[in-house]
């Protein structure tokens, strides 16, 4: 199964032509552009997309000035792509410090523009959801063990680390098997089929000996009664969820603490 194109926004003053350098590749899906500073940090926040190339050079506020609007306030912040007009490390390294997972020179050749772009949307998570995965993974782990997920089985372990996961990188979602579960698998050194089995486990023994009223709060009508248990996907999907809400909520208090 072939994973979902990125879902790409471009913040930079010439954004046909970066689109243009993106040839029409199928990894990237183009949702739109801005060259406005707070215009595109404004889109972001709303559009959520996997994947952002930022130009330092933008209108009303800088490529810098984005960067920490996203670490501080987007719940799912893309992978970050970032391009200085001006070369110095000093300026490339701060872009580093601030969040983004690459930095190229705006005067970079096509070719290295492109294997960069590829390279960045095949991160798992993206650099700018570091400063929250302390919150997230305590989060999941309350919400798994409301649910009543036995400390007996490798899957809870795995659970909580994909549903933190997710919580921040939803385009995991489309392929468990080509993101999700080797992200897991790599945390803990097992195999993604390891993963996979060790998750499955431990949501059938959930659905048969967990909290009957913690699984309708969390869960309600979402699973078809008609199956019982849900699948993995629509386990972590929807514990991914409630991680994601509640991680909403912290970053309001962080930012609006009366």
């Not at 949702?31 to 952002?52: I, N, T, Y």
């Not at 872009?95 to 492109?114: M, N, T, Y």
């Not at 772009?117 to 929250?132: G, Q, W, Y």
Request: aromatic share 6%; net charge neutral; hydrophobic share 45%.
């Amino acid at each position: 199964m072939k994973s979902e194109p990125a879902r790409t926004w471009i913040a930079a003053p010439e954004t046909l032509k970066i689109e243009a350098l993106l040839g029409g590749r199928p990894e990237f899906m183009i949702l739109g552009g801005d060259a406005d500073g707070r215009g595109a940090a404004r889109s972001v926040l709303a559009a959520q997309p996997d994947f952002l190339i930022l130009e330092d050079t933008l209108r009303s506020a800088d490529g810098y000035w984005v960067l920490d609007q996203l670490r501080q306030s987007a719940v799912c912040p893309p992978r970050v792509l970032f391009l200085c007009a001006c070369g110095e490390s000093a300026w490339t390294d701060l872009a580093a410090r601030k969040g983004a997972d690459a930095v190229l020179s705006k005067a970079c050749a096509p070719a290295d523009f492109l294997r960069s772009a590829l390279e960045t949307v095949s991160l798992p998570l993206p650099r700018l959801s570091a400063p929250m995965e302390a919150e997230r993974l305590k989060i999941a782990e309350a919400l798994i063990d409301e649910l009543g997920v036995r400390d007996r089985f490798l899957g809870r372990r795995d659970m909580i680390c994909a549903c933190a996961a997710l919580a921040c990188a939803p385009w995991m979602q489309s392929s468990l098997s080509i993101r999700l579960y080797p992200y897991v698998a790599g945390q803990r050194g097992a195999s993604p089929r390891a993963v996979e089995k060790a998750i499955r486990t431990a949501v059938e023994d959930t659905w048969l000996r967990g909290d009957l009223k913690a699984i309708g709060r969390l869960f309600g009508f979402s699973v078809d009664a008609e199956r019982g248990k849900p699948t993995n996907a629509e386990f972590l999907a929807m514990i991914a969820q409630h991680v994601r809400t509640e991680t909403q909520k912290r970053l309001d208090q962080i930012h609006d603490p009366a």
